[in-house]
């Protein structure tokens, strides 16, 4: 442990994902997680060996709920309605591909302007010009529509009720949409760090 720093980070992240198994009753979960955040190189052995130990570490957590008779804090019920259960389960499989699709759309544009940007064999032109053209424009996008100043709860709202008095007609908002979408993919590709808070 003392002396490879690589088996120490394993062991690391191998404890988080069995803390997020004890926590959640999750051991696949907590796997995932663990991978996901704990740490920058996740080994492929090591997948197997965090999952193994979440694993029991589940086992163990139910059978000590189960002996001493602890209710568990996290328990959830779900109702489901057969009537609508498949219509929306079709809808939401509809909703995942369109979301999937668009994400791919939305890597391969930033890949493609970051490629293109570096191309360019102007300083100024590859950073500060480019940098200011997409900021002038998301300005006078959001001078001429009011909604991008809106905050996300504002705009969900005026998605989901659209015929409330001074909420947006839905073309405006299929408009809004895409225009985020390849403002978000400019903004990312810019030479700058900056925070992406939409999805």
């Known amino acids: 442990l003392h002396e490879k720093d690589t088996f120490r980070k394993q062991i690391l992240s191998?404890?988080?994902?069995i803390g997020l198994a004890a926590t959640f009753g999750s051991p696949i979960g907590g796997?995932?997680?663990?991978?996901?955040?704990?740490?920058?190189?996740?080994?492929v052995s090591t997948i197997m060996k965090g999952f193994f130990c979440a694993t029991i570490c589940f086992i163990f957590y139910n059978f000590y709920i189960a002996k001493f008779h602890i209710s568990k804090v996290h328990k959830i019920n779900f109702e489901f309605y057969t009537d609508t259960?498949?219509?929306?389960?079709?809808?939401?499989?509809?909703?995942g591909l369109i979301c999937g699709i668009l994400s791919v759309g939305l890597v391969k544009l930033i890949e493609f302007l970051v490629i293109e940007r570096k191309k360019i064999k102007s300083l100024f032109i590859r950073h500060y010009l480019y940098a200011l053209t997409i900021s002038i424009s998301a300005i006078l996008i959001g001078y001429y529509f009011s909604t991008f100043g809106m905050e996300a709860e504002e705009g969900i709202n005026a998605l989901l009720q659209p015929t409330n008095v001074g909420m947006l007609p839905n073309w405006e908002l299929f408009l809004?949409?895409?225009?985020?979408?390849?403002?978000?993919?400019?903004?990312?590709s810019c030479p700058v760090p900056s925070g992406v808070f939409i999805p």
């Not at 191998?14 to 994902?17: I, L």
């Not at 259960?85 to 909703?95: G, H, K, M, T, V």
């Open 14 to 17: 191998t404890a988080g994902g």
């Open 31 to 43: 796997v995932f997680y663990s991978m996901e955040t704990m740490s920058t190189f996740f080994a």
């Open 85 to 95: 259960f498949q219509l929306e389960s079709l809808a939401f499989i509809a909703l």
């Open 176 to 188: 809004i949409s895409i225009i985020k979408l390849f403002l978000l993919a400019f903004s990312v």
